[in-house]
T-cell receptor, first 114, second 111 residues
């Protein structure tokens, strides 16, 4: 079955630690996105990539980094510079960079700072 | 600043009733519109796209009013399984910086 796989489902981070969230898709989609969702809040765009080896900052990129070395993979690193990283992180992809068909989402990673 | 506004609810509705909610958007140049459904602690899933002429999918009807810059979702004969948060989603700017999401409307169908 084609889809987007995010791992891990739950992640605990200690203060000052960098962690990397995995996002892999086998849908052959060019465009991929990372969002963050906080309770009672809408999804906020962190980074996006419309093609391999290229990515752009979203609205809240500070404290995060990404790479896009393969079409299938778009990992997100939450660095120690992100002061409030506890949130639900969602990876999405789209068959069309123009987004006329919306997104397909992964099942998310819930990150908690301990 | 692009914005999508929704009434957060919750809307408490008896099973079998009809419920409707609206969403307003600020960017008059927005091109595409969607309703997503999100269950508690799960990822959003596409419910339906919203077309200019309005569209229906079973018990669900979506409407777009460009002049007043709002979209609506109507659910007829509501089921317990319709309980979820409904996200209004708008595409602006040709997709260059992603979709814009509302905060969602929480719907609770009561037996």
């Amino acid at each position: 079955d084609g889809g987007i796989t995010q791992s891990p489902k739950y992640l605990f981070r200690k203060e000052g630690q960098n962690v990397t969230l995995s996002c892999e898709q086998n849908l052959n989609h060019d465009a991929m996105y990372w969002y963050r969702q906080d309770p009672g809040q809408g999804l906020r765009l962190i980074y996006y990539s419309q093609i391999v080896n290229d990515f752009q900052k979203g609205d809240i990129a500070e404290g995060y980094s990404v790479s896009r070395e393969k079409k299938e993979s778009f990992p997100l690193t939450v660095t120690s510079a992100q002061k409030n990283p506890t949130a639900f992180y969602l990876c999405a992809s789209s068959i069309d960079p123009g987004l006329l068909y919306g997104y397909t989402f992964g099942s998310g990673t819930r990150l908690t700072v301990v | 600043r692009k914005e999508v506004e929704q009434d957060p609810g919750p809307f408490n509705v008896p099973e079998g009733a009809t419920v409707a909610f609206n969403c307003t958007y600020s960017n008059s140049a927005s091109q595409s519109f969607f309703w997503y459904r999100q269950d508690c602690r799960k990822e959003p899933k596409l419910l339906m796209s919203v077309y200019s002429s309005g569209n229906e999918d079973g018990r669900f009807t979506a409407q777009l009013n460009r002049a007043s810059q709002y979209i609506s979702l109507l659910i007829r004969d509501s089921k317990l399984s319709d309980s979820a948060t409904y996200l209004c989603v708008v595409l602006s700017g040709g997709g260059a910086d992603g979709l814009t999401f509302g905060k969602g409307t929480h719907l609770i169908i009561q037996p």
